[in-house]
C-alpha cells in the first residue's frame, strides 16, 4: 500500500486597501452672499436647504467648515467645481480639501 501525504491547500487572501479620505472645506470669506452660497452647497453637495444653512452658518462663525468627506479625487473635482461657481458669479468662495486623520 502507497502512503500518499496530502497538503492542506493554503488561500492567500489579498486586502485592498480602502483609499484615503480627504475633507472638503468651506472657507469664509465677507463679500459672497449667504444665499449663493447655500446654493452652491445645495447643487454640488447634494444638501438639503436646512443642512445648507448650518454649515454656511458654521463657516460663518468659525472662519471653516467640513463640509463633506471623499475618496481624494472625488473632494478635489466637489472643491473645484465649487469653488469655479463662485469664480464664476464674481465671487471668491473659496472650497479647499485636506486629508482626514
Given at each position: 500500500?502507497?502512503?500518499?501525504?496530502?497538503?492542506?491547500?493554503t488561500?492567500?487572501k489579498?486586502?485592498?486597501?480602502?483609499?484615503?479620505?480627504h475633507?472638503?472645506?468651506?472657507?469664509n470669506d465677507?463679500?459672497?452672499p449667504?444665499e449663493?452660497?447655500?446654493?452652491?452647497?445645495k447643487?454640488?453637495f447634494?444638501?438639503?436647504?436646512?443642512?445648507?444653512?448650518?454649515?454656511?452658518?458654521?463657516a460663518?462663525?468659525?472662519?471653516?467648515?467640513v463640509v463633506?468627506?471623499?475618496?481624494?479625487d472625488?473632494?478635489?473635482?466637489?472643491a473645484?467645481r465649487?469653488?469655479?461657481a463662485?469664480?464664476?458669479k464674481?465671487?471668491?468662495?473659496?472650497?479647499?480639501?485636506?486629508?482626514?486623520?
Amino acid at each position: 500500500m502507497v502512503d500518499t501525504v496530502t497538503k492542506p491547500k493554503t488561500r492567500v487572501k489579498t486586502k485592498v486597501e480602502r483609499p484615503r479620505l480627504h475633507k472638503v472645506i468651506l472657507v469664509n470669506d465677507d463679500y459672497t452672499p449667504r444665499e449663493f452660497v447655500v446654493a452652491v452647497l445645495k447643487a454640488e453637495f447634494r444638501m438639503t436647504e436646512d443642512q445648507a444653512r448650518k454649515v454656511m452658518i458654521t463657516a460663518h462663525r468659525r472662519g471653516v467648515c467640513v463640509v463633506a468627506v471623499f475618496a481624494k479625487d472625488i473632494a478635489e473635482t466637489k472643491a473645484t467645481r465649487a469653488t469655479d461657481a463662485g469664480r464664476a458669479k464674481g465671487y471668491p468662495l473659496l472650497f479647499t480639501t485636506e486629508p482626514e486623520e
